[in-house]
Nanobody, 122 residues
Framework: QVQLVESGGGLVQPGGSLRLSCAASGSILRILDMGWYRQAPGKQRELVAT???????NYADSVKGRLTISRDNAKNTVYLQMNSLKPEDTAVYYCNMGVVGTGSSVGYFEVWGQGTLVTVSS
């Protein structure tokens, strides 16, 4: 079984910064794409950023130049550095990974984190 654990959310003032982390654990052979999504109150979940196994990145237009996704393959962890935050960035942020499992978890799995709340407010 593979699990994702997120951390780093909280309350920040407009213009401030936060860094989200998401670590995978379990029977992992390899992690392919990693990504961050968010869901604001009353809205559908949307893509924020993704990073491939080759470290190619993709961002939503609304976050380009302010949010940066990165990964540490040795730690099975994906990060989201969030700078110049705006009130419209307020949402629950979810990490997502495409995992190739091993041992008792052979196969490909798409796994989601539990979500972490980011609130941007003065």
């Amino acid at each position: 079984q593979v699990q994702l654990v997120e951390s780093g959310g909280g309350l920040v003032q407009p213009g401030g910064s936060l860094r989200l982390s998401c670590a995978a654990s379990g029977s992992i052979l390899r992690i392919l794409d990693m990504g961050w999504y968010r869901q604001a109150p009353g809205k559908q979940r949307e893509l924020v950023a993704t990073i491939s196994s080759g470290s190619n990145t993709n961002y939503a237009d609304s976050v380009k130049g302010r949010l940066t996704i990165s990964r540490d393959n040795a730690k099975n962890t994906v990060y989201l550095q969030m700078n110049s935050l705006k009130p419209e960035d307020t949402a629950v942020y979810y990490c997502n990974m495409g995992v190739v499992g091993t041992g008792s978890s052979v196969g490909y799995f798409e796994v989601w984190g539990q979500g972490t709340l980011v609130t941007v407010s003065s």
